[in-house]
């Protein structure tokens, strides 16, 4: 008998009895057994479940990419509470402003070497434009035409929109022509306006968030969504974030990958607030998997994670570990992450996965293979 099924003959919670016979017949899980798998199921259950759905998709796929990081800024007109990398206008001299040279010297460093995409994102500076980004990924595109470019949060996007005075629609055209692959998940948090007034008040709110990314989606581009969880949200509101994001692929299919993001709590305004547990870490990214059933893909970030916690999320519904990232990347080191120069060799990314007994396979950033090892 196969694990699943001697899991739903030995489950003697009826409820979760049904939810996992849902699962099993491909059928949808609705937002109440959502939260009852959060609030219910064990973290067998919920793991025996979600591998069960990853490896119907993928098999043993793990998936890794070759990429590296921009942040051309962490200068950033917000203040989201949960922050431990911007720093405000005022303070930009603790804070680093990368010039277009700048970031192309960070792009000529990988000449020669097969990386595949670049990922741009940054604070929100004030004087770093829509124009200044034009030029960034038209000269990166000049340079290097064959590198994907991920860049900008929505947070991001709708700053460079409004400034310009640009609707959404023309402000995503402009950049596209100019150069932009895909977008980022981040910046989505918590959508619900009771969490996000609490630890992000003054930047874009969950609608726009969903609008900035439908409007991507319309014009042929694949986004990511993100999620930051673990600290004053409750479940109910990850089950809502995730429905949202569930509707809108409905409606477009243009999402590739959902990224659970652990909150870290150092240095930052809200470091009273505890770490979730690993446990809480594993449920979660399992409950994603089950709920997001037309997300493609679960990405496990490590350099949030460490190495040894994103080995395990192998077996918890994650099909993705990222990439090889170099230590051009602040934003865990700073929030308190164990990886403090988050960098992986493509034999030490191979081997990690290989060990978790899952097959390693580089992608390009639209999973696309590029080598199945
Ligand atoms: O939106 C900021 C998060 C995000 C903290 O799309 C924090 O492939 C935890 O979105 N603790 C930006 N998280 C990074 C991001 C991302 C990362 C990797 C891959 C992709 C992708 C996207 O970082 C922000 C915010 O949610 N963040 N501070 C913190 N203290
Ligand atoms: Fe700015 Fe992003 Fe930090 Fe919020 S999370 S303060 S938008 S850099």
Redesign the pocket.
């Known amino acids: 008998m196969q694990p699943v099924e001697q899991l739903i003959q030995r489950e003697k919670n009826e409820y979760l009895k049904s939810i996992a016979g849902k699962i099993v017949a491909g059928e949808r899980i609705n937002e109440a057994d959502g939260l009852a798998l959060f609030e219910q199921g064990s973290l067998p259950f919920l793991g025996v479940l979600a591998n069960y759905t990853r490896e119907r998709l993928h098999g043993d796929t793990t998936y890794f990419n070759r990429n590296f990081h921009i942040e051309p800024t962490?200068v950033?007109?917000?203040?989201?509470k949960?922050?431990s990398?911007?720093r405000l206008y005022a303070h930009r001299d603790e804070g680093w402003e990368l010039s277009i040279d700048n970031m192309l010297d960070i792009v000529k460093k990988y000449d020669g070497q097969p990386v595949t995409e670049v990922h741009i994102v940054?604070?929100?500076h004030p004087k770093m434009n829509l124009e200044f980004f034009g030029e960034l990924l038209r000269k990166i595109k000049a340079h290097r035409g064959d590198l994907h470019i991920k860049g900008f949060?929505a947070?991001e996007l709708d700053y460079m929109f409004r400034k310009a005075k640009l609707p959404v629609e023309e402000g995503m055209r402009f950049l596209k022509e100019a150069g932009l692959d895909s977008l980022p998940g981040?910046?989505a948090e918590i959508f619900h306006p009771e969490i996000r007034s609490q630890i992000?008040h003054d930047?874009i709110d969950g609608k726009g968030w969903l609008r900035i990314h439908e409007a991507a989606h319309a014009l042929g581009m694949f986004t990511n969504a993100t999620m930051l969880y673990g600290h004053i949200e409750e479940y109910w509101h990850r089950i809502d974030h995730m429905e949202k994001l569930r509707q809108l692929q409905d409606k477009t299919g243009g999402f590739n990958t959902f990224i659970p993001l652990k909150f870290r709590n150092k240095d930052n305004e809200m470091s009273h607030v505890p770490e979730s547990t690993a446990a809480e870490d594993m449920k979660m990214y399992a409950v994603a998997r089950l709920y997001l059933d037309n997300f493609p893909h679960l990405k496990a970030y490590w350099p949030m994670l460490g190495r040894q916690q994103a080995q395990l999320t192998l077996g918890f519904g994650v099909n993705d570990i990222d990439g090889t990232i170099d230590d051009s990347t602040k934003i865990y080191s700073m929030a308190g992450s164990e990886e403090q120069t988050p960098s992986m060799t493509t034999e030490q990314l191979v081997a990690l996965i290989r060990q978790a007994r899952r097959k390693p396979v580089e992608r390009d950033t639209l999973y696309n293979v590029v080598t199945a090892y």
Do not use: D
């Not at 950033?76 to 989201?80: E, G, H, I, L, N």
């Open positions: 962490n950033c007109v917000y203040a989201c949960f922050c990398y911007s940054g604070g929100v949060t947070v981040g910046g992000a930047k």
